[in-house]
C-alpha cells in the first residue's frame, strides 16, 4: 500500500494539488484523479500520510457512485482505462467538470460545527432546530448546509441560503436542484448504511455541469470517511461525541495536543495511524460487503 509520493512524477500536467487529491490531464481532455494517503484535520495536511489511505477513498467513491447511479449522474469514467498499474486502486479516470463554487452538506444529525453553531445559535446555517437538542441528536429532517470552497490553509465556513446563491451567482434554481439530489443522495445513502449497522450522521458533495451536457454531475469524492461522519449503530448514544469510522478520530487526537489548527499541522503518532488506517478498511468493507484486497485486485493494483 505504497503512496504514489514515493514514485517517480507522472509525465502528465498537473492541474490542481488538494489536501488529499491531485489532478492531472490526460490526452483528449478527460481528467486523472489520484487519492494520495494525506491526511488533514481541520484543513491543514498532516505531515505523515495514513497508509492505504487513497486506495480506501477511491474504492469507497466507485462504490458509491455505482449504488447512486440511479439517482444522479457522476464524472467517473474507469478504474482501469489509462491509469498507470502503480496508480490503479486510487485513482480514476474521471470527466471534466465545471465544478460548482460551494461544498453541499447534509446533515441528519448534529455533530461538528453543526453542533457549535446549534449552541451558539439554536440553528445551522440559518436553518432553525427545536430547542433542547443534544449533541450527536437524530434531526426531525435531514437538513442542507451549504459551505464555502476552502483553499488550502484555510478553513471552510458554513453559509446560509443566501450566501449559498451568491456565490453560484444568484442562480436560485441551481441552488434548489443541489439541495434536492443532496437530500435525496443522502437519504439513500443513510437507509443503505443502515443495513450495515452504520449510522451516516453527515456527509458533503461537490458536484459540477458537464460541459457537454450541461447536466450537474457528481464530482470529485462521494461519501467517504473523509467526507462523511460513520458512527456504528450499536455504540450510538446521543449527548456525546461518537465512536466513528471516519477522520473524527484524527480530529479528536489533533484537538487534544492543544494545537492552534494553523499549520504545521502535528506529526500523527504511529497508534493513531494505524487505528485510523484500520477504521477507514472496516467502513469500506462493512459498505461494500467486500475486502479490502478484492477491490486492489479487481484494479490490478501492484502497489
Same mark, same amino acid.
Given at each position: 500500500m505504497s503512496d504514489f509520493e514515493n514514485f517517480p512524477a507522472l509525465d502528465l500536467p498537473l492541474l490542481s494539488k488538494g489536501k488529499v487529491r491531485d489532478t492531472y490531464e490526460l490526452p483528449g481532455g478527460d481528467l486523472l484523479m489520484v487519492a494520495s494517503d494525506?491526511?488533514?484535520t481541520y484543513d491543514v495536511i498532516h505531515p505523515n500520510p495514513i497508509p492505504g489511505k487513497g486506495q480506501v477513498l477511491t474504492g469507497t467513491?466507485?462504490?458509491?457512485f455505482e449504488e447512486l447511479g440511479g439517482l444522479v449522474h457522476n464524472h467517473l469514467i474507469s478504474t482501469v482505462e489509462d491509469i $498507470?498499474?502503480?496508480?490503479r486502486g486510487r485513482s480514476m479516470k474521471v470527466r471534466r467538470l465545471e465544478m460548482l463554487p460551494i461544498e453541499c452538506v447534509v446533515r441528519g444529525y448534529l455533530a461538528g460545527s453543526g453542533w457549535n453553531d446549534y449552541t451558539e445559535t439554536g440553528a445551522v446555517c440559518g436553518v432553525e432546530l427545536p430547542a433542547g437538542l443534544l449533541e450527536s441528536s437524530e434531526l426531525p429532517e435531514p437538513i442542507?448546509?451549504?459551505?464555502?470552497k476552502a483553499a488550502i490553509g484555510d478553513h471552510d465556513e458554513n453559509i446560509d441560503e443566501a450566501g449559498a446563491i451568491a456565490a453560484l451567482g444568484g442562480d436560485a434554481e441551481t441552488f434548489a436542484e443541489l439541495k434536492r439530489l443532496s437530500i435525496a443522495i443522502y437519504k439513500h445513502a443513510r437507509e443503505y448504511a443502515a443495513g450495515k449497522g452504520i449510522i451516516l450522521a453527515d456527509t458533503k458533495f461537490e458536484f459540477?455541469?458537464?460541459?457537454?451536457?450541461g447536466t450537474i454531475t457528481l464530482g470529485d469524492e462521494v461519501l467517504t470517511p473523509d467526507s462523511s461522519?460513520?458512527? $456504528?449503530a450499536d455504540a450510538y448514544e446521543p449527548g456525546?461525541?461518537?465512536?466513528?469510522?471516519?477522520?473524527?478520530?484524527?480530529?479528536?487526537?489533533?484537538?487534544?495536543?492543544?494545537?492552534d489548527k494553523s499549520p504545521p499541522a502535528p506529526v500523527i503518532p504511529d497508534y493513531i495511524v494505524e487505528q485510523t488506517q484500520e477504521r477507514y478498511i472496516e467502513a469500506y468493507e462493512r459498505l461494500s460487503g467486500k475486502t479490502f484486497s478484492s477491490w486492489l485486485d479487481s484494479v490490478g493494483s501492484v502497489a
Open positions: 494525506r491526511i488533514s467513491s466507485v462504490f458509491w $498507470p498499474p502503480h496508480l442542507f448546509t451549504p459551505a464555502t459540477g455541469i458537464d460541459p457537454t451536457t461522519r460513520y458512527w $456504528p456525546h461525541p461518537q465512536a466513528s469510522f471516519d477522520k473524527q478520530f484524527v480530529r479528536d487526537w489533533a484537538r487534544s495536543t492543544g494545537w
